[in-house]
T-cell receptor
């Protein structure tokens, strides 16, 4: 059963700490998206990759956020240093481009205290 | 830039009745996809239905159907015979077919199905 896997599911951390969220896209998918969901802003696209290359990260605060794809089976989103306003659910999604939709992971609920 | 607007933050419907969720979008693209996703309390984003812009026929998936008006840039979702399990957030989304398949979401509509 192909699915996008995100770890951890939940993360509570103190302000100033580094947070790393991981995503394993569906095998064969060449497009990976990172979204952030909050009550106020809804679903915001932070960054996305195609064939491991970043295509657009304009939605991401560059001073503290970074996104990478070390290989085709792993995408990471890092926040350093974390702040309380980063508290949100972070979703990873993957797709194969062409005529398919984005398939979502179950998200990482991040709480920064 | 593309935008997706869902003007109904919250709606409710009686079980077994029909409800329509609205979505409008703005784009200069001619080749794109539109989607409706459902997000139940479990938080999982689930694809409900998709529509290809070049197809005039409205997409249908069981109790879910869309009314796609390309000229008006409108893409509403109709849920027939509503069930308690349909209670969720519903997101309208736009994906252009060129330049990386970026998917943009609306703010969502929270739907409550009442027994």
């Amino acid at each position: 059963d192909a699915r996008v896997t995100q770890t951890p599911r939940h993360k509570v951390t103190e302000m100033g700490q580094e947070v790393t969220m991981r995503c394993q896209p569906i095998l064969g998918h060449n497009t990976v998206f990172w979204y952030r969901q909050t009550m106020m802003q809804g679903l915001e696209l932070l960054a996305y990759f195609r064939n491991r290359a970043p295509l657009d990260d304009s939605g991401m605060p560059k001073d503290r956020f970074s996104a990478e794809m070390p290989d085709a089976t792993l995408a990471t989103l890092k926040i350093q240093p974390s702040e309380p306003r980063d508290s949100a659910v972070y979703f990873c999604a993957s797709g194969s481009g062409g005529n398919t939709e984005a398939f979502f992971g179950q998200g990482t609920r991040l709480t920064v205290v | 830039a593309q935008t997706v607007t869902q003007s109904q933050p919250e709606m409710s419907v009686q079980e077994a009745e029909t409800v329509t969720l609205s979505c409008t979008y703005d784009t200069s693209e001619n080749n794109y996809y539109l989607f409706w996703y459902k997000q139940p309390p479990s938080r999982q984003m689930i694809l409900v239905i998709r529509q290809e812009a070049y197809k005039q026929q409205n997409a249908t998936e069981n109790r879910f159907s869309v009314n796609f008006q390309k000229a008006a840039k409108s893409f509403s979702l109709k849920i027939s015979d509503s069930q308690l399990g349909d209670t969720a957030m519903y997101f309208c989304a736009f994906m252009k077919k060129t330049g990386g398949f970026k998917t943009i979401f609306g703010a969502g509509t929270r739907l409550f199905v009442k027994a």
